[in-house]
């Protein structure tokens, strides 16, 4: 949620969800300052006589949509990190109505309540107390009924977004909303008009409305920013990075067990039978598919022929950790599985070499020479005899 | 100063943390289901596979200084005989200022009695003329140590002498009777 | 009385009152503060020996107003030396489980559908008898089988021996300590028995292979365990997982599972290639010192290096240690050794280390254990046994098994495209068989073709719930049992006996013996009157005093030599009559006369699967205490140990709740909470056995934690004496959200079921089973 | 990675060591503000000239005995033994706070009552009480009863006062001594948590008093008096928190729970912005302004002042000298 304001890696998740504050207070300063900690100002938005409510959310939307494509074209925002609210439809249906009959009785919602308490309204505080009661209630009532936990739990709990649900294009869909948007501005003006007349107006409004010029010249700037957005197709991310890794390092990789380590023989299946231990034959082109099932921070060693590959496609998960194996299967062969020669190394190295060479042994699958002790029958001593047995004992 | 002074030390290394003390007390002292006066804790630290353990069997440190019995509004936590750390029952009133003093998480609230409780140093069993706690008689590793540190020939006295040993969190200031043998 | 002399009286007392409570008060300085004295101390202490594990400790059982308050340990016993184990101190949570089995039941619809009459101790042992000698008459006596773990089975093997069925089966041996016994048998001509023979106490340098003492506490072990510590033993632990022994090593070997056997001959080979063997030790006792020296060449620790996974230079270090130690070094023969397959072999291994080191008969090796002799009752004598046992499907099979194997027992009860099974009928006597056994669907499966199943027990096990019919046992502490005079540094003989009555209609099992003696025509097998009377008769004809048993709990009888150069003989019941380097009679039955190392032998887990270990808990003796309140209160649930570097690879918490799954697919019934750990290797995952349990009986225990056993589908049987290693199984991580339905975990319960078949039924559950006490053998020590 | 395992209870959640909960907190917070409304009334009327107050403000002083027997009740409903506090006045523990907290508390009733009878007597004049009906006379009978002590009483009013102004002080401080002695809880032990919670306190109290209908004198009087409790209350936090980052490792862990720990964002939030900063911006706009104090500012402070002791007396118990605790 913090995201956009705070780089991830910035301080803890605590001071990170502090972003929240001076955001918020930005936010009622706005809302205080556009009147809406006023009940009675929200409140003739249902008579309608004043439709500043409607048109500010309409605003409010359409800003929200567009500096959230413009961003996210422009890659200042990752729209992974973005906090989506899951779909609940019926339960979300249910509680809108709650909240509009709330809404209705209160004049105020729950974020212009908190406007209109800071605003020193009495009735707002009395508001905001309902709406503590209401939620500590609900919590309540779950536990009481569990009936209800049906209700709100109903829905597919996924997020679905409103171009995916309709299938249509989210620039169609941009278009279409700013269409809607002009239309009802021009109709709200109207609708306003029309029933002031039954009323007095409200205190604090302001006097200079909206003009449906401006309106529309409005409308047409955010057309020009959308097509401009679906214009410009995101820049593709670079393509994730490969560290190189020795041979010899990634067999003793091996013998330690290194926890979430794939190997990747991209020879594929057509290469020959000899991989290195445990990899998996797999053509580059089918890579990403088998990636995609790999536990995130997994580490990827891939290897060719003769080649540790510098970099992979940009479609293979990026958060996994890729390592190209140097020299590929023939760096392997050349490093890991040829003897050293024990003659050209000094008495302390011959430590070393030992070691290399049975791990060379080990991967290339020559065994130790078979125990003499097999072949050679030792005298039969048969004494014989029974043998004492001490028996018994659990596990 | 006269008269024992109790203490109570641990052998870390050869404490395998097997929790005989736990169950020893349990019932012994006859302690309420999912309340213990002692318990096992463990610390390891390192990296796969250079770790490094400790086991520690931890009870009330009967401190020389002990907050719980400052901070006690009605006189029912008291230094008792021996110079060990009791509670009357009786004049408890459960309002937890002790535990919230104690820096060793040694005390809880008896649901049964809503009188705070903790390790005694099993005085009823000293009273009736025995010389062990319980969780050191039943010890199968024999890590567990009580005596009177005033008695220089004790056996508590001569592992302080011989040994290395730590109490936990000394910054706290409470100098408690309760050692650990590294 | 006069109205005046009420309001008197009454004022009088209101002074008095106001007085005794002003007194009462610091203000008068008589504030005085007391303690409470919980009351626990005994008016009868009663000495028994402990029946939480198998290792048979000497309690002392205090007993206030007619109940058990606390057990301690009887200082008198040679085994307990006064000091008990948590499980021990715990007792008392197994006599006063609520949920233990208070009547006779018989089953009254389908087998496993677990609908249970409560009948009558006549009625039920009248079905007993009926259906065993409908069996014999039918089938012989040889289709009825005995599966037995704990003490009071002795009972039930007595009248088995008289029923005349060799059918007669511990699942401690082929699921448990088999192996080791057959591999030290093999070499140095004796068991290690239990408890065993290792001189802990005096070891200079102690080597543990996957045992972890400490977790396992067998009393005595431990007990030795901390005093080589204090002494300053070097203590080399060999463990994928840091257990608590490997935090109190100087040398911890992480070691690949499966890889045991290379490191063993790694370490030979260093001690033989630069001398540190006991030459004349070797000189005198072994034989085929050069067919092992010569076998040995090729494995040295480089070459263990990519197989274990051991730095060569630790493997080289601890070889050292060991040769420098001799002979005060004892490389642990292990307890539960039924890993791999190749456990035979590699119990061998251990044994010939311990040859090469010198340590048999040797002060801080093996000590030579000496018995006090107790005569035996006398008896008509058993019925010759003209069948032989139904565990193998050819007597060439397994040939060096010197005991019935359990598995076996359970494999003949099911009927082959060869023909008919042979076992119609268990008897199933304190042995959990679903937790104990692996593959429980072979169980459920035997359990299924059975004609008659009876199970005594204590507590309404899984295994209850599948039986005809059900005995309710008394609980150590209220029965008395056969005579204990195991082999050990002092000979002795201790008794258990009955410190309370029996609670609710239970009955000792020497009752029960006798009772279906008795009705199936056996009753010159069972002349005494009662298990009392039984012992007294025996240690009077040993000479000793029946009372003063009863009063000390133990009689020590005379020390005996216990090591060579005090006198000890130096026997060794093998063919040649020494330390068989090279065993003739492995080579007699073509298997590999000196450990071999086979590189098929071992194979990895499939990617994103991980090795299942498992052990015990200080606290618990497997399924057979996870029910008691006592003990469950410092361990209520198994968790899952996974490596760190593996649970950040599946994004797993601390304390997230994973489901089990393994390679063929079986996935545990319950979930357990992740252990995120550096203390285990990252190829292993571990779990404590005996949790998980899906019997409803056992009210406590159900559903907590997950079942290592129902994840035991695959085992890997030795091919020399039939143990099954059981830890060839790989398992992977689901979690809740991939497992349950909205519903929770009940529902899981249900879809376990319904995926596994035989669970189902277990679901099902409506009275409480029968149960049990013991799951026995699967447990054990963790391995590599 | 170090690995803590711990056979107490289960390592974070451990039950049988919950000490203090909301109770505790809402005890605190009411007790700071009757602190706050005595030392207040006693401030009134050990003044030179009294002026004749509001009668808002001549009654606010029965809130006093009000709010602190309201929260005497949730006191009492923590304990866990709550039939043995009686004992509490058994013994006077000197180096107990609580023991002292309960004699003082004792203490407080008389001397709040006595000056809120006084300060009512004197804003009403006349005679109190019905005047008719079936309680009449034995309301008549009281109040001649009662006058002699009256009577006494305005004699010693200065003294009436001035122990109001002493016992008021001495219920805010003991609040913060209480949780400051604790040396096992770093975050409390701080000598400065006694002045801070009675600092806090007064601010609370004038912000509550700023909830009734005052005189617009009285306002700006409690408006001015309010934004310097509050710019002291943010020097005595500022160093609190220099003070435990100063000292040992414990303290400075103690302190991570508030600066990067699980308590940052609701002390930040609510403690700092909504308890101190934005009132303290508030308050001092309108009275730059020569505006009257109104009540949103009010509404904040409370609800600071109730955060303040909310998140003292969880963090506190959440941090400790062993390292388990500290990790909770």
Redesign the interface.
């Known amino acids: 949620m913090s995201t956009p304001l705070f780089p991830l890696a910035f301080g803890s998740e605590d001071w990170r969800l502090l972003s929240g504050l001076p955001v918020g207070f930005l936010f009622g300063f706005v809302l205080e300052r556009g009147g809406f900690g006023n009940a009675r100002r929200l409140a003739a938005q249902f008579y309608l006589r004043d439709m500043t409510v409607f048109k500010v959310m309409f605003t409010a939307i359409l800003t929200a949509m567009m500096g959230l494509f413009g961003l996210e074209a422009a890659g200042l925002v990752d729209r992974s990190h973005l906090w989506i609210n899951p779909t609940f439809l019926p339960a979300q249906a249910v509680g809108g109505f709650l909240l509009g009959v709330g809404f209705i009785l209160s004049g105020l919602c729950p974020g212009t309540a908190v406007v209109s308490m800071a605003s020193g309204r009495l009735d707002a505080l009395v508001a905001l107390l309902g709406i503590v009661v209401g939620i500590a209630g609900f919590a309540v009532g779950v536990d009481l009924f569990p009936s209800l936990e049906a209700l709100y739990q109903a829905g597919t709990g996924q997020v679905s977004l409103l171009p995916d649900a309709l299938g249509v294009p989210p620039l169609v869909l941009g278009l279409a909303i700013l269409g809607v948007a002009v239309l009802a501005f021009l109709g709200a003006e109207k609708v306003e008009t029309r029933f002031q007349g039954h009323g007095s107006p409200v205190e604090g409004t302001p006097s200079p409305r909206p003009r449906a010029e401006f309106a529309v010249a409005a409308a047409l700037g955010a057309a020009g920013v959308l097509a401009l957005v679906a214009a410009r197709p995101p820049s593709p991310p670079p393509p994730p990075a490969v560290e190189p890794v020795a041979p010899l390092e990634l067999a003793e990789a091996l013998i330690r067990r290194e926890a979430g380590l794939l190997i990747l023989d991209l020879r594929g299946e057509s290469a020959e039978t000899e991989r290195v231990p445990g990899a998996h034959p797999v053509r580059r082109e089918e890579a990403a598919g088998l990636l995609a099932q790999i536990p995130a921070g997994s580490t990827v060693v891939i290897y060719d022929g003769d080649a540790a590959p510098t970099e992979v496609p940009p479609d293979w998960p990026r958060l996994l950790r890729y390592r190209g194996l140097q020299g590929g299967w023939e760096g392997w062969k050349r490093e890991v599985l040829t003897p050293m020669p024990a003659s050209h190394f000094s008495l302390e190295e011959q430590g070393r070499v030992a070691r290399q060479n049975q791990i060379s042994a080990y991967f290339s699958g020559a065994s130790p020479a078979p125990p003499a002790a097999a072949t050679a029958p030792p005298p039969a001593v048969i004494t014989g005899g029974a043998t004492p047995k001490k028996k018994g004992g659990g596990c | 100063m006269k008269g024992p002074r109790y203490a109570m030390v641990v ?1 870390t ?2 404490c ?5 003390c ?3 007390c ?5 302690t309420p ?4 006066r002692d ?11 250079r ?3 400790t ?1 520690e069997s ?1 009870r009330c440190n009967h401190c020389e200084k002990a ?1 719980c ?8 936590s ?1 230094v ?1 005989p021996g110079g060990t750390v ?12 002790c ?7 040694a005390r ?2 008896d649901p049964r ?4 409780d903790k390790c ?1 140093f099993c ?2 069993r000293l ?2 003329g025995k010389t062990t706690t ?1 969780c050191q ?7 567990i140590v009580f005596g009177d540190l005033n008695d220089p020939e004790s056996e508590v006295s001569r592992l302080l002498k011989t040994r290395k040993w730590y109490v ?2 000394p ?4 100098a408690p009777k309760h050692f650990y043998l590294e | 009385m006069k109205r005046r002399t009420f309001i008197r009286l009454g004022s009088a007392g209101a002074i008095g009152a106001a007085t005794v409570s002003g007194l009462t008060t610091n203000w008068f300085g008589f504030y005085e503060s007391r303690g409470k004295d919980p009351q626990t101390e005994g008016e009868r202490v009663v000495p028994s020996f402990c029946e939480l594990c198998f290792w048979k400790c000497g309690i002392l059982v205090h007993v206030r107003e007619g109940r058990v308050t606390k057990i301690k340990g009887n200082p008198k016993d040679p085994l307990s030396n006064g000091h008990l184990c948590p499980r021990g101190a715990g007792g008392a949570g197994i006599l006063y489980d609520p949920d233990r089995l208070k009547k006779p039941l018989i089953r009254r619809s389908k087998r496993g559908g677990d609908a249970f009459e409560d009948v009558s101790w006549d009625a039920a042992l009248d079905v007993v008898a009926e259906n065993f000698e409908r069996i014999k008459a039918r089938w012989g006596a040889g289709a009825l089988a005995l599966f037995s773990h704990g003490y009071g089975g002795n009972w039930m093997k007595h009248l088995f021996r008289a029923y005349g069925s060799p059918n007669i089966a511990a699942p401690s041996y082929a699921q448990c300590r088999g192996p080791r016994d057959v591999g030290f048998d093999l070499t140095f001509g004796w068991g290690v028995g239990s408890p065993e023979n290792t001189d802990i106490a005096h070891t200079r340098c102690l080597v543990l292979v996957g045992s972890h003492l400490g977790e396992n506490m067998h009393n005595t072990q431990v007990q030795e365990f901390a005093q080589a510590i204090r002494r300053g033993a070097t203590i080399i632990v060999v463990d994928p997982r840091f257990s608590v022994a490997a935090g109190k090593s100087h040398e911890w070997l992480p070691i690949r599972p499966g890889t045991d056997l290379a490191l063993l001959l790694a370490w030979m080979h260093v001690l033989v290639e630069e001398g540190w063997y006991d030459k004349d030790y070797v000189e005198k006792y072994a034989f085929g010192f050069e067919q092992l020296q010569a076998h040995l060449r090729p494995y040295t620790p480089e070459w263990a290096y990519p197989r274990t996974g051991l730095d060569p230079e630790q493997i080289r270090r601890t070889a050292r240690m060991m040769g420098g130690a001799r002979p005060a070094v004892l490389v642990h023969p292990g307890r539960r050794v039924t890993w791999y397959g190749n456990d035979t072999q590699r119990s061998r291994a251990i044994a010939i280390l311990n040859a090469l080191l010198g340590s048999w008969g040797r002060k801080g090796g093996f000590f030579i254990p000496s018995a006090l002799e107790i005569p035996p009752y006398e008896y008509p004598g058993y019925v010759d046994r003209e069948v032989a046992p139904a565990d193998r499907s050819e007597p060439s099979q397994y040939p060096l098994a010197d005991e019935v194997l359990a598995q076996g027992l359970c494999q003949a009860t099911i009927p082959t495209s060869l023909g008919d099974s042979r076992i119609k009928g268990w008897m199933v006597y304190g042995s959990n068989l679903p937790l104990t056994l692996p593959n429980p669907r072979e169980v459920f499966r035997a359990v299924q073709e059975l004609e008659f199943l009876v199970t005594v027990d204590i507590l309404p096990s899984e295994i209850v719930g599948w039986s005809d019919v059900v005995l309710p046992e008394s609980t150590y502490l209220e029965r008395c049992d056969e005579l204990l005079a195991p082999p050990w540094r002092v000979p002795y003989v201790a008794v258990r006996q009955e410190v309370v009555p029996p609670m609710y209609e239970s009955r000792p099992g020497w009752w029960i013996a006798r009772e279906l003696g008795k009705r199936i025509g056996l009753p010159d097998f069972f002349p005494w009157a009662d298990s009392m009377e039984y012992a007294k008769t025996r240690l009077e004809k040993a000479g000793l005093d029946c009372h003063t048993l009863q009063r000390e709990g133990v009689i020590l009888g005379a020390p005996q030599p216990i090591y060579f150069e005090e006198g000890a003989p130096a026997v060794f019941y093998t063919p040649s009559g020494k330390i068989e380097l090279y065993s003739q009679r492995l080579a007699a039955h073509g298997f590999d006369p000196i450990p071999t190392w086979h590189d098929e032998e071992v194979e990895d887990p499939p990617p994103g699967y991980y090795r299942l270990l498992f052990g015990r808990s200080p606290v618990h003796s497997f399924g057979r205490t996870t029910n008691n309140r006592l003990l469950g209160q410092v361990m209520e649930e198994n968790a899952v140990w996974v490596n760190r570097r593996v649970a950040e690879q599946w994004g797993l918490a601390d304390g997230d709740r994973v489901y089990l799954q393994n390679q063929d697919g079986v996935r545990s019934s319950f979930s357990a909470p992740v252990k995120v750990t550096e203390r285990i290797h990252p190829d292993a995952v571990y779990l404590v056995h005996g949790f998980g349990r899906k019997a409803r009986g056992l009210s406590f225990a159900f559903g907590k934690g997950i079942d290592d056993a129902e994840l035991i589908t695959r085992y890997k049987t030795d091919p020399i004496m039939g143990g099954t290693g059981m830890n060839v199984n790989y398992v992977t991580f689901l979690r809740p959200s991939q497992v349950e339905p909205a519903s929770g975990e009940t529902g899981t319960v249900d879809t376990a079921a319904q995926s596994s078949g035989e669970t189902g039924m277990m679901g099902e559950k409506t009275t409480p089973g029968g149960g049990a006490a013991a799951t026995g053998t699967a447990g054990g020590e963790v391995t590599a | 990675m170090t690995e803590l395992e711990s056979g107490r209870n289960h390592l974070l959640i451990d039950p049988s060591l919950h000490v203090w909960g909301w109770q505790i907190a809402l005890y605190l917070f009411l007790g700071g503000i009757v602190a706050g409304i005595m030392v207040f009334t006693g401030l009134r009327f050990l003044g030179r000239t009294p002026r004749p107050p509001s009668l808002a403000m001549a009654l606010i002083p029965w809130f006093a005995p009000l709010l602190l027997s309201l929260g005497m009740l949730f006191l009492w409903l923590d304990l866990e033994h709550p039939f043995n506090a009686w004992r509490f006045y058994m013994v006077f523990q000197v180096s107990s706070p609580m023991s002292w907290g309960a004699w003082i508390l004792l203490a407080v009733y008389p001397s709040s009552v006595a000056l809120a009878w006084v300060s009512t007597r004197e804003a009403l004049g006349g005679p109190l009480g019905p005047r008719d009906g079936p309680w009449s006379s034995l309301w008549l009978w009281l109040t001649r009863r009662l006058a002699g002590v009256e009577g006494w009483l305005r004699a010693h009013l200065r003294g009436l006062a001035l122990s109001n102004l002493l016992l008021g002080s001495a219920l805010g401080i003991y609040t913060g001594i209480l949780l400051g002695t604790m040396a096992a809880r770093p975050l409390w032990n701080s000598p400065l948590l006694g002045p801070l919670f009675l600092v806090s306190g007064m601010s609370s109290a004038a912000a509550f008093m700023l909830l009734y209908p005052l005189s617009e004198r009285e306002r700006v009087f409690l408006g001015r008096t309010d934004l310097t409790l509050i710019l002291v209350e943010m020097g005595l936090l500022f160093l609190w928190m220099v003070g435990l980052a100063s000292a040992g490792a414990a303290s400075q862990s103690a302190l991570a729970l508030v600066t990067g720990g699980p308590f940052t964002a609701s002390f930040w939030s609510f403690v700092v912005a909504v308890g101190l900063v934005v009132p303290l911006v508030a308050e001092w706009v309108e009275l730059r302004h020569g505006q009257v104090p109104g009540r949103s500012a009010a509404v904040l402070v409370l609800i600071g002042g109730f955060a303040l002791r909310w998140i003292l007396v969880f963090a506190g118990q959440a941090s400790g000298w062993s390292s388990e605790m500290a990790l909770m």
């Open positions: 052998d290394r050869t395998v943390g097997c929790a005989a736990v169950i020893g349990k019932a012994e002292n006859d289901d999912g309340y213990s318990w096992i804790h463990s610390l390891v630290a390192g990296e796969f596979p770790l490094r353990m086991i931890r907050p019995v400052s901070v006690c509004p009605t006189g029912a008291h008792g009791q509670v009357d029952p009786e004049k408890c009133s459960g309002c937890k200022a535990i919230a003093a104690c820096p060793y998480g809880y609230v009695s809503g009188a705070v005694t005085w009823h009273e009736a319980s008689e039943i010890c199968p590793t024999q890590s936990l969190q910054d706290a200031g409470t």
